[in-house]
């Protein structure tokens, strides 16, 4: 298998550390690009393979990439919770996305609470979700704080 290099500083990558490999980026690298405030972070996300977004605290979308807004039926997603922005069917019917009772067990919901919490990011959480139109949906969530927000990554299902 061909070793896997940093995109911005040519680092080989640990080939165990799932959010490096999906960010393609090494740990310093990481954290310089994400923790910018200018437009290196919308560029940094729209590099990404994978649906990504970052997640304030009240769990709203602060920004995201295309492949993520391409998830979502309304692309004007900032300001959204990420629930009503992945349309989870519960949301509209029970009530705001993080404030119903379905939403207690949510992973999603879970994860970037406890990414908040305990400050460590989370690696392969199979995640799925009643969607308003196509039935479930399934992901697998990677997490990462990341200064004031935490990043969500979505990759495919395991």
Known sequence: MAETLCTRCMRSLDADDELHLMT???EKCFREVLSS??????AYLESLRVPAVLIARDQTVLSSNRRFQQL???PDIVGRKIG???ECMYSP???????????????LKRSVDLTWNTREGLRGVHFSFPHKAEG?????????????????L?????
């Open 136 to 152: 479930r949906k399934a992901f697998s969530i990677t997490t990462e704080i990341v200064g004031g927000a935490v990043l969500l």
């Open 72 to 74: 979502a039926p309304n």
């Open 24 to 26: 393609r980026t090494c």
């Open 154 to 158: 979505l990759g495919p299902a395991a």
């Open 93 to 107: 019917i029970l009530g705001r996305c993080g404030e119903t009772v379905p939403c207690i067990v949510c992973k």
């Open 84 to 86: 009503e922005a992945l």
């Open 37 to 42: 405030r200018d437009d290196t972070v919308s």
